[in-house]
């Protein structure tokens, strides 16, 4: 870790190589803003992957993958005379300091709740049409139900408490059992998504990312499978020639090493 000073020659010596690649070289010269877009989704999923292994280097690793991709854009939008690093860099600082008159400006804001609802208040002063309006459309469903209950909640359409959701919680569960079975599979598939949205807002009332933990659980269940099939391969076998009985088995012994 270096001084103010090191970090801008670092950022400085970055600009400039992504100044020279982008002369030079080949590929970089023919990336747009569309064929860098699913590239960049990548980097912040491995980013994501990196913070929820808890690995700090990884983490560095991907972080400047993400700021190179910012940079690169930032050349494009200076190539096209639209917007360059400068401008990027100046638009987030001034909606930053619009947004925190607590620090910048004399309003009282007591604690993380009210900065949240007077964050949202602000966007809304800002134009924004709905409170709604910032959630991006292709998140994926799950964390966009966090973030649709996380921006209603921030201007106090909200449940009192968790155990308030548990008892909706409860409700839909109801409601899907009733429809399982049954031969409308369109019903089905709104009660079980209902069920989904009810538990999203449950985890959100008990201070649990609905992804994060799902995604863990993800990790878990493929440590414990590749530790069944490891075992398998070590008597000869593959995974599909055990038994029920003995996968059950090797799960048990997997859950130990959790």
Known sequence: MGS????LQALERLLIIIDELREKCPWDRKQTFQT???LTIEETYELGDAILDNDLEEIKNELGDLLLHIL???KIGSEKNAFDIGDVAYQISEKLINRHPHVY???VLENADQVLKNWEEIKLKEGKKSVLEGVPKSLPALVKANRI???ASGVGFDWENAEAVLDKLKEELYEL???VGGVDKIKMEAEFGDVLFSLVNYARLLKINPENALERTNKK????FNFIENKARLTGRKISDLSFEEMEFLWQQAKKYD
């Not at 103010?4 to 970090?7: G, N, S």
């Not at 269940?221 to 414990?224: A, S």
């Open 4 to 7: 103010r000073k090191e970090q």
């Open 36 to 38: 860098l877009r699913h």
């Open 72 to 74: 690169f854009y930032s």
């Open 105 to 107: 400006n004399h309003t």
């Open 149 to 151: 209950q996380d921006k």
């Open 177 to 179: 059992k009733e429809e």
């Open 221 to 224: 269940f493929i440590k414990r």
